[in-house]
């Protein structure tokens, strides 16, 4: 009764979140006073992705916020960090709290059902393979993952070493973003031979990452008892 309670009260105060706050703006806010902290805002903006994991908050904005206020390789740390800490949090309310909820939600999945199978048996490797494939949310999954069998210390390390291409092409976006503005204001960091450079490593990161994420989708098909498609899984994924 007490765990039911408990949940019952954070989903409402999510839900008068989204409904009540200006959320998007919020963390534009947010993003602005962390480009302000100096040294301490690669670690605040970790730090803020525990509730954004816990509250369903896109992480997409986050991570491409870190791409324009930090750079590439100070942004990409800040987030792969963050976001396994925010995910790891989630799983254990998962496990804990939000149990019964997510158990009702998802034992009619018949994907999920498949993965709660081949856990069994692979746990670090289907944790990384749904970490890898995009039609998997993010959200949902980090929670999911909670009442299934798969081992903490599995969970976490699967889902960070998964998360990491996805991570980097977000961060890169969001640096780009950065970049395009200062070409279009007429202030060109580093020269224009620097923008090419950054280009071509822009390119580069989101051709790799797709080439991995077709990779992890047929090896994902391969692994599941049945097939699955990004409807049946839950859409994509928001991180």
Known sequence: MWRAMTLVILMAAI???????????????????????GVWGPIILAVAYTPACIFYVPGWILTMGAGFVFGVAWGSAAVSV???????????????????????????NSTFRAIDH????YGFKIVLLTRLSPIFPFNL??????????????YALASWIGMFPGTVMYVYLGSAAKN????????????????ILFGFGLAATILLTVL????????????LPVS???EAAGGPQSK
């Open 15 to 37: 839900a008068a979140g989204f409904l009540f706050l200006p959320v998007a703006e919020s963390i534009q806010r947010f993003l602005g006073w962390v480009d302000g902290a």
């Open 82 to 108: 963050g976001s396994v800490i925010g995910a790891s949090a989630a799983f254990l309310l998962g496990r804990t709290l939000a149990r019964d909820w997510i158990e009702f939600k998802m034992t009619s």
């Open 118 to 121: 081949a856990v069994e048996k």
């Open 141 to 154: 999954l980090n929670y999911a993952f909670g009442i299934t069998k798969v081992r903490f210390h599995d």
């Open 180 to 195: 395009l503005t200062e070409l279009a204001s007429g202030n060109i960091a580093g020269g224009t031979g620097r923008q």
């Open 212 to 223: 991995v994420t077709r990779m992890a989708r047929k090896a994902m098909k391969e692994a």
């Open 228 to 230: 699955f498609t990004p």
